[in-house]
C-alpha cells in the first residue's frame, strides 16, 4: 500500500521508470493497465478511480488521481512553459546530450520523453 505521509515526489521515484514516463505522459488520464497494480501498491489504492468493476482485485481501467497525479500535473504545466521558452540552440544541445542539468527525477522524466517526441497530451 502507499504511504500517505510520503510525498508526491518521493512516491514517484519508487515507480518504475516506464510507469513514471507513462503517468507523467499524462498525469490525470487513463493507467496503463500494465501499471495499475504498480500504481496501486506504491501511491496507494486510492491514487486510481476505477473505471471496471470495483470488485476487480486489479481493475483493467482506471484513472490516475490524487496527491501524484496532482504533482504531476501541476509539474507538467511549469515543465510545459520551460520547454516551449527554450532557445533552439538549447534544444538542440539537450538532444545531443550537450547540456547536463541538475533537476528533480521528474524534470528528467520529462525531457527524455520530450527528446523521444512523445507525444504529450
Known sequence: MGDATSEPEHLYARLSERARLALLRNPQGFVPPEFIGQVMSVCGDD?????????????????FQGA???????????????????????LRA???????????????????????GAELR
Open 47 to 63: 491514487s486510481v478511480c476505477y473505471v471496471t468493476e470495483e470488485n476487480d482485485a486489479v481493475p483493467h481501467f482506471a484513472i
Open 68 to 90: 501524484v497525479s496532482d504533482y504531476l500535473f501541476a509539474r507538467r504545466q511549469g515543465l510545459d512553459a520551460w520547454w516551449d521558452a527554450l532557445e533552439p540552440e538549447v
Open 94 to 116: 539537450l538532444a545531443r546530450g550537450d547540456t547536463m542539468f541538475d533537476s528533480a527525477l521528474v524534470d528528467s522524466d520529462y525531457v527524455t520523453l520530450r527528446l523521444a
